[in-house]
């Protein structure tokens, strides 16, 4: 399996480039991000169209393909 590239952008300035594979959940992704940006997962929300993504929840189940951009948001 190949890995993709998700944009991760908060609009504030930060913006982070993650690797990752398709079949990783979001929460997986949320670990990833949350190494990058120096924070704890537990504080991220990220949304994709104003719909929040739900941590258990694959990336491949929510049509997220290499390149994407999604939003940041912290809580």
């Known amino acids: 399996m190949s890995y993709i590239e998700v944009t991760v952008n908060d609009r504030l300035g930060k913006k982070c ?20 940006l120096g924070t704890r997962p537990d504080r991220l929300k990220f949304q994709k169209q104003h719909v929040v993504l739900k941590d258990h929840i694959t990336l491949d189940d929510y049509e997220i393909h290499d390149g994407m951009n999604i939003e940041l948001y912290y809580i």
Do not use: Q
């Open 17 to 36: 480039r993650v690797k990752c594979l398709p079949s990783d959940t979001i929460g997986e992704l949320k670990m990833l991000a949350a190494a990058m």
